[in-house]
């Protein structure tokens, strides 16, 4: 099956991202976690320049 994210071939899991299910390979899903995981409040240095 293909991940719905980058398209390779891959065992995939199954993740609701806004509210929507996608099924995504591990590198994606890591991906994805990162970003969930990070805080609202992060240090301005790990922010990115465009707010």
Do not use: K, Q
């Not at 099956?1 to 994606?28: K, P, Q, W």
């Amino acid at each position: 099956m293909n991940c719905e994210r980058c398209g390779i071939d891959a065992s995939l899991t199954h993740r609701d991202v806004d509210g929507f299910a996608y099924y995504l390979c591990e590198a994606c899903l890591r991906g994805w976690d990162a970003v969930r995981s990070s805080s609202p409040d992060a240090a301005d240095e790990s922010r990115s320049p465009a707010r």
